[in-house]
């Protein structure tokens, strides 16, 4: 009895006494340019669950038990932290005046920005997670985001939906695919700068969170400086100009404060031929302060974006036309028109509630998101395909042919497709003049409405303790429709699937005019809540947390149409998709000394699949993935974290396995089953991702800092799935089709081939030279390497092997010869060269800076990833087709921008 009382005091004594030997620092934080102090600067021990703030005055102090060598380290949002060495004793340590100097390297923020909503422009690349850094110290995760970033670097391969942002602690990644949609606060660069980011694992104020990271917007105007700025911009990489302005208030006397922001960015095309950019943005938020506990903030962002679209391109059309060229643009009256438009309005309001004391603060808010995502396409009825690059219009056609290769039909080609490479809108509205339209321009539409409600606490228990609780709810209703934009010079559309003469909407109007909705019609409703509790435990020398999360979610179909190809399963309600899913993470710091500790994370989650993989074919049926499994991803990451005067750094080693993920695809195929548009459903697909992570940063002088980052992964399909494909008309053999309309197609064998998640070799050397006169030049040299495209999954199967003409296996289909066919090779590894620099001026409390960059200074052109086509999905046809070396179905591409540059300026008083 006695020997189990002395370990339960043991064991529960660290929770109740504190250290009786505190040490007081002290000291006052002072804007370097103005001499006036600085309030609500973080003040911290690095690597020690210790912070401060300094008040209005811009002084600050701070009582630890803490003893031994430790770096402060001094932030405030736009300017450049501070890490001051320290020896702490038992005596109070007065650190006099800290200058902070403004950091103009924000600007490559917009840099980021717009390298984020290119690629999520485009349906077939997977969303880069690079955005979900802007607000990290590390110097890895800096890299990777601005230097990595414009070759579609992923850390650690995982896409953004591994990431959550939030706004004021309310979550907004999308329920459709997970990803946060940036366009939704894109150019408000001003106002969603004040932000809070945990790597990786690490416990969040806020949400239970992701594998990737949380990002928090601060949206209260009294978090912003007050005070009014100016920017102007130009570029050649999405945008060719950028205008914007902001006001805010601060916290006057009476507890209010305010602030706008409002931006506006054009081009007639951006980097990439064709692609217009047309955008503008607003912000306000007004701010109540009663008390120093309350806080009341309302709200309100519109970003409009609209863009034009580019595709992927094979290495045959790469060397016609150029690693610029895009086919869905044509001139028409002497303008650019572009069949391939993306438009995003979705408003946002929002209402927080903040209370915060010395022991305990409650985040609460709700907020109603609205509008519109349309993507605008050119489709085609009974009529030639308009798109330049259509395989039957280049020379590999007629190198290919099954009868021997014409090599004068295929130099008629190339000349023919170098004479007019672009959408031909002339011939289409000819195609168009009798009346029934032959082409119609239309908008996929996605009009969504979205109620949130969310709240977060914190309660410190002790110097030692701290629990974290939150619940968050969301529920939305999507209608997903095709509606008419242009029909081109035709006086209506005939609403019939040309392929199978069947009715679209079976109760509706055959006749379509501009504006109608067509092809289908269909709403989604889905719910989603969840809670989370985390604690928090420090001590001198190790902390830890332990955080769990519980989520349900509900997802359902309502059929607004009734198909004719399917009259039993198109209209009304489809069965209710049901998730229930846990999920814990923990971690461990252990601080060999002040200036240099251990970490381990470690998490076991269980995540619904989205939307997007929910249904096989929402635009035309209620059916659902069979035998749906929710997603299970484990990870583990160790770290080593070196803080000194000159030297920083942290390595890092991680592992992580998602298992049971569901993937649908959608393609035209030729396979040994049938040739038809389908829907490709991949289930029990498990996905490895493993590497290791390094980024230093050394201090040579005052002003002259060296950097050097890497990161090796290796990401890889962990499992051989189970693939279906669903077809869309009577295409496929009737005796193979089951009841659910679909085709069972065995195992993919594709274990250990490559995951097409960005570079998974990337290697990075920085200098940069800051002079006291206030101005600041660096260079980086990047490389990368063992990228890989998206490999085609049909391929893999069984039925690859089968002849559709006998139904028998190709007798020539050895392992061998396949094995020549299916290598997956890298793409080319290459090295990129940046620049930046920049000046700033202060006269009469009047700040003036400017900033530029130059992107891959050599102008080198190089590959960001592409995909595998599946439309020879047996292997005769692809044999055939690669014969001459220049395959009709090659890869096709994503080439990333050369020499681009980026020229800011900023005026503030």
Same mark, same amino acid.
């Given at each position: 009895m006695r020997i189990a009382f002395v370990v339960l005091l043991a064991f529960a004594l660290p929770f109740f006494v504190h250290a009786q030997n505190k040490i007081m620092l002290s000291g006052l934080v002072v804007d370097e340019s103005t001499k006036s102090p600085i309030e609500k600067v973080s003040v911290s021990l690095m690597g020690a669950e210790t912070e401060t703030y300094t008040d209005i005055a811009g002084r600050f102090t701070m009582v630890s038990s803490l003893q031994g060598e430790y770096i402060l380290y001094v932030f405030y949002n736009?300017?450049?932290?501070?890490?001051?060495?320290?020896?702490?004793? &038992?005596?109070?340590?007065?650190? =006099?005046?800290?200058?902070?100097?403004?950091?103009?390297?924000?600007?490559?923020?917009?840099?980021?920005?717009?390298?984020?909503?290119?690629?999520? %422009?485009?349906?077939?690349?997977?969303? #880069?997670?690079?955005?979900?850094?802007?607000?990290?110290?590390?110097?890895?995760?800096? $890299?990777?985001?601005?230097?990595?970033?414009?070759?579609?670097?992923?850390?650690?391969?995982?896409?953004?939906?591994?990431?959550?942002?939030?706004? &004021?602690?309310?979550?907004? #990644?999308?329920?459709?695919?997970?990803?946060?949609?940036?366009?939704?606060?894109?150019?408000?660069? !001003?106002?969603?700068?004040?932000?809070?980011?945990?790597?990786? /694992?690490?416990?969040?104020?806020?949400?239970?969170?992701?594998?990737?990271?949380?990002? &928090?917007?601060?949206?209260?105007?009294?978090?912003?400086?007050?005070?009014?700025?100016?920017?102007?911009?130009?570029?050649?990489?999405?945008?060719?100009?950028?205008?914007?302005?902001?006001?805010? %208030?601060?916290?006057?006397?009476?507890?209010?404060?305010?602030?706008?922001? =409002?931006?506006?960015? +054009?081009?007639?095309?951006?980097?990439?031929?064709?692609?217009?950019?047309?955008?503008?943005?607003?912000?306000?938020?007004?701010?109540?302060?009663?008390?120093?506990?309350?806080?009341?903030?309302?709200?309100?962002?519109?970003?409009?974006?609209? @863009?034009?679209?580019?595709?992927?391109?094979?290495?045959?059309?790469?060397?016609?036309?150029?690693?610029?060229?895009?086919?869905? +643009?044509?001139?028409?009256?002497?303008?650019? $028109?572009?069949?391939?438009?993306?438009?995003?309005?979705?408003?946002?309001?929002?209402?927080?509630?903040?209370?915060? %004391? !010395?022991?305990?603060?409650?985040? %609460?808010?709700?907020?109603?998101?609205?509008?519109?995502?349309?993507?605008? $396409?050119?489709?085609?009825?009974?009529?030639?395909?308009?798109?330049?690059?259509?395989?039957?219009?280049?020379?590999?056609?007629?190198?290919?042919?099954?009868?021997?290769?014409?090599?004068?039909?295929?130099?008629?080609?190339?000349?023919?497709? /170098?004479?007019?490479?672009?959408?031909? +809108?002339?011939?289409?509205?000819?195609?168009?003049?009798?009346?029934?339209?032959?082409?119609?321009?239309?908008?996929d539409v996605s009009s969504n409405r979205q109620l949130i409600l969310s709240s977060t606490a914190n309660l410190t228990i002790n110097e030692n303790l701290q629990t974290d609780f939150g619940i968050t709810f969301r529920q939305l209703s999507s209608d997903n429709y095709a509606q008419i934009f242009d029909l081109l010079g035709a006086?209506?559309?005939?609403?019939?699937?040309?392929?199978?003469?069947?009715?679209?909407?079976?109760?509706?109007?055959?006749?379509?005019?501009?504006?109608?909705?067509?092809?289908?019609?269909? @709403?989604?409703?889905?719910?989603?809540?969840?809670?989370?509790?985390?604690? $928090?435990?420090?001590?001198?020398? +190790?902390?830890?947390?332990?955080?769990?999360?519980?989520?349900?979610?509900?997802?359902? @179909? #309502?059929?607004?149409?009734?198909?004719?190809?399917?009259?039993?399963?198109?209209?009304?309600?489809?069965?209710?998709?049901?998730?229930?899913?846990?999920?814990v993470k923990g971690g461990f710091a252990y601080k060999l000394t002040g200036r240099h500790w251990l970490t381990a994370h470690g998490a076991i989650l269980y995540r619904p699949p989205t939307l997007q993989n929910t249904f096989v074919n929402p635009r035309e049926n209620n059916q659902v993935v069979p035998n749906l499994k929710s997603e299970m991803v484990s990870t583990i990451d160790l770290n080593y974290d070196m803080r000194l005067p000159k030297l920083t750094g942290r390595a890092t080693a991680y592992y992580t396995r998602f298992q049971n993920t569901t993937d649908i695809n959608f393609f035209f195929v030729d396979a040994g089953v049938g040739s038809d548009f389908v829907q490709e459903v991949l289930t029990d697909l498990d996905k490895l991702h493993m590497g290791l992570e390094l980024g230093l940063e050394y201090q040579l002088s005052a002003s002259v800092k060296f950097t050097t980052v890497a990161a090796f992964g290796k990401y890889v399909y962990a499992s051989d799935p189970s693939v279906s494909i669903n077809f869309d008309t009577a295409g496929a053999e009737e005796d193979l089709i089951d009841t659910e309309g679909s085709i069972d197609l065995g195992v993919a064998k594709i274990k250990d081939y490559k995951l097409a998640q960005g570079p998974q070799k990337a290697i990075a050397f920085g200098l940069e030279y800051r002079d006291p006169k206030y101005w600041w030049v660096g260079a980086t040299a990047n490389y990368l390497a063992n990228n890989y495209v998206n490999i085609s999954t049909i391929t893999r199967t069984p039925s690859f092997y089968l002849n559709p003409d006998t139904g028998l296996p190709f007798a020539d289909a050895t392992p061998e010869n396949v094995g020549r066919l299916l290598e997956q090779k890298p793409l080319e590894n290459f090295y990129l060269l940046n620049l930046v620099g920049g000046k700033s001026w202060l006269k009469k409390g009047k700040y003036v800076s400017i900033f530029a960059s130059i992107n891959n200074l050599f102008d080198t052109v190089f590959r960001t990833g592409g995909y595998e086509q599946s439309r020879n999905g047996n292997f005769g046809q692809l044999q055939q087709d690669n014969l001459s070396g220049s395959p009709s179905f090659a890869a096709k591409y994503w080439y990333g921008y050369g020499r681009t540059y980026f020229l800011n300026m900023v005026f503030s008083f």
């Open positions: 736009g300017f450049i932290p501070k890490r001051i060495p320290i020896n702490l004793e &038992n005596h109070p340590l007065d650190l =006099g005046i800290i200058y902070l100097e403004r950091d103009i390297t924000l600007e490559k923020t917009d840099n980021l920005i717009t390298l984020t909503d290119s690629e999520l %422009s485009d349906d077939e690349i997977t969303s #880069n997670s690079s955005g979900l850094l802007q607000a990290t110290r590390d110097v890895f995760l800096t $890299r990777a985001a601005f230097d990595f970033g414009q070759a579609f670097f992923r850390v650690r391969g995982y896409d953004s939906r591994n990431g959550v942002v939030s706004i &004021n602690g309310i979550p907004m #990644n999308k329920l459709f695919d997970g990803r946060p949609q940036w366009n939704n606060w894109g150019g408000l660069n !001003d106002v969603v700068r004040n932000q809070q980011f945990t790597n990786s /694992l690490e416990a969040s104020d806020f949400i239970f969170g992701g594998i990737l990271g949380n990002t &928090n917007i601060d949206t209260r105007p009294s978090k912003l400086r007050s005070g009014t700025r100016l920017s102007a911009s130009a570029s050649n990489r999405t945008y060719a100009g950028r205008l914007m302005a902001t006001h805010n %208030s601060g916290l006057n006397e009476n507890g209010l404060a305010y602030s706008i922001s =409002g931006s506006r960015r +054009w081009a007639k095309q951006g980097y990439i031929d064709g692609t217009l950019y047309d955008a503008f943005s607003f912000f306000g938020a007004i701010q109540y302060q009663p008390s120093e506990k309350h806080t009341l903030a309302l709200t309100g962002i519109f970003a409009s974006n609209r @863009r034009g679209r580019s595709s992927a391109i094979t290495e045959e059309v790469f060397e016609l036309a150029g690693n610029k060229y895009n086919p869905y +643009w044509g001139s028409q009256n002497g303008k650019t $028109r572009n069949s391939r438009e993306r438009k995003i309005e979705e408003p946002l309001l929002m209402l927080n509630h903040f209370y915060e %004391s !010395d022991m305990f603060s409650l985040t %609460s808010g709700i907020a109603y998101q609205f509008g519109i995502s349309a993507r605008s $396409r050119l489709g085609y009825y009974n009529a030639p395909n308009p798109d330049p690059t259509y395989y039957r219009y280049l020379p590999s056609f007629y190198f290919n042919s099954p009868i021997g290769a014409n090599f004068i039909s295929a130099n008629s080609a190339k000349e023919g497709f /170098l004479e007019n490479p672009q959408t031909d +809108w002339a011939k289409i509205y000819a195609a168009n003049s009798q009346g029934k339209a032959a082409y119609v321009l239309y908008d006086d209506l559309h005939e609403d019939i699937d040309p392929f199978s003469n069947t009715l679209n909407d079976i109760n509706g109007n055959t006749g379509k005019g501009e504006h109608d909705i067509f092809n289908y019609n269909y @709403r989604i409703n889905a719910t989603q809540w969840n809670v989370f509790a985390q604690l $928090r435990y420090n001590r001198n020398k +190790w902390n830890a947390f332990l955080s769990g999360g519980l989520m349900g979610t509900d997802y359902q @179909r #309502n059929g607004l149409f009734e198909n004719q190809r399917f009259p039993n399963s198109s209209f009304g309600r489809s069965e209710m998709v049901n998730f229930s899913n846990l999920g």
